[in-house]
């Protein structure tokens, strides 16, 4: 398992790290740790959960200070009673080994696939924001989840798969009506970083039917995550691969208008759902025009209209053949903000 952030601390708050997890995973009322000031013990906190997603059974703390004391009284405020701590844990526990046990023998990419699939699958974004959809036990225990709730599940399900992941935190954007931090992970998949953000993908696809999952925001690089999420306010590897981004891996990155055109016909005729991703250069407002033409034009050959629903930041767009009825093109934003 990566301990990520501890291994970008220094030696005090590398100390004060191990002393918290000790007393928490103790489930002690109150011990000493290396004194530090109130934004860098919270920093170190606010890390160590992210480095050790299996905790969540304590959200926040209190500390006593005594004048020239090397030391501070850390008070951690426990979810639950301890009792119930303990029982929460073995059913986590549990929960955990019989979710990875059908990924044992995957690939990396196959891990990763299974858990950003069990993800899209079986967890509800919680609007109401309950204090446990922001740990493991909301979407691995309850089905739902927030963005802190959902990195933190895929984390200690790749980690209890061997696979090398942390999780990647932003800042808010008051002026963009960003209120909120936004938490997503970051893999290595055949010794390369990439971006995977389950929550995006989840707000995306809205429905549990394998066919309907979106992998929209899985294994993206810098320049692509970027596009629509704010810079990141701790230290995580850089993402410089773009070469393995799914719908790229899968044959559906189209950089030509025929094969946009070829595979819309293909699908009217079919019947089926189309997913692609538009890399022929940037998706500027005539390019997407000349797209949906296309689009449109495929569709009357069959005497079919398309419901076209797009991504526009990251270029994906999904559409689905109808015999009748108007055609339309909704914009779709993968982001919490439209779950508020």
């Not at 909301?138 to 739902?144: D, E, T």
């Not at 209890?160 to 992970?185: D, F, M, Q």
């Not at 891996?249 to 293909?266: A, G, H, I, N």
């Not at 991703?277 to 797209?291: F, I, P």
Request: aromatic letters at 12%; one cysteine or more; charged letters at 30%.
């Amino acid at each position: 398992m990566e301990q990520y952030y501890y291994n970008h601390m220094d030696k005090q708050k590398q100390a004060a790290y191990h002393g918290i997890l000790q007393g928490i995973t103790s489930l002690v009322d109150e011990f000493q740790i290396p004194a530090l000031d109130g934004e860098d013990l919270y920093n170190v906190f606010f890390q160590l959960r992210l480095d050790h997603p299996e905790i969540f059974w304590v959200t926040g703390y209190k500390y006593r200070y005594y004048k020239d004391s090397p030391n501070i009284i850390f008070i951690p405020e426990y979810l639950f009673d301890k009792g119930k701590i303990k029982e929460h844990q073995k059913a986590m526990k549990s929960r955990i080994e019989k979710l990875v046990r059908p990924a044992q023998s995957l690939s990396e990419w196959e891990k990763e696939k299974y858990v950003h699939d069990f993800i899209c699958q079986n967890v509800h974004y919680d609007k109401l924001k309950k204090a446990y959809s922001h740990e493991i036990i909301g979407p691995l225990g309850q089905g739902v989840g927030v963005c802190e709730g959902i990195a933190k599940a895929v984390k200690v399900l790749l980690d209890a798969l061997g696979v090398w992941c942390v999780i990647a935190i932003c800042g808010n954007n008051p002026e963009k009506g960003i209120k909120y931090r936004h938490t997503w992970n970051i893999v290595r998949i055949g010794g390369a970083y990439y971006h995977l953000d389950a929550t995006f993908d989840n707000t995306l696809g809205k429905s549990d039917k394998v066919e309907d999952i979106r992998y929209d925001y899985f294994n993206l690089d810098d320049k692509n995550i970027f596009r629509d999420h704010e810079p990141l306010i701790a230290p995580a590897p850089a993402c410089t691969d773009g070469d393995h981004f799914y719908y790229k891996e899968k044959k559906m990155s189209f950089t030509k208008t025929e094969d946009v055109y070829k595979r819309s016909l293909q699908a009217a005729k079919k019947g089926k759902m189309l997913t692609f991703h538009w890399r022929g250069g940037y998706l500027t407002r005539a390019v997407l025009d000349e797209l949906l033409d296309l689009i449109k034009k495929a569709g009357a050959e069959k005497g079919k209209v398309a419901r076209i629903a797009l991504n526009w930041p990251q270029a994906v767009l999904r559409l689905e053949y109808v015999e009748d009825g108007q055609e339309n093109v909704t914009m779709e934003e993968a982001n919490e903000g439209e779950q508020e």
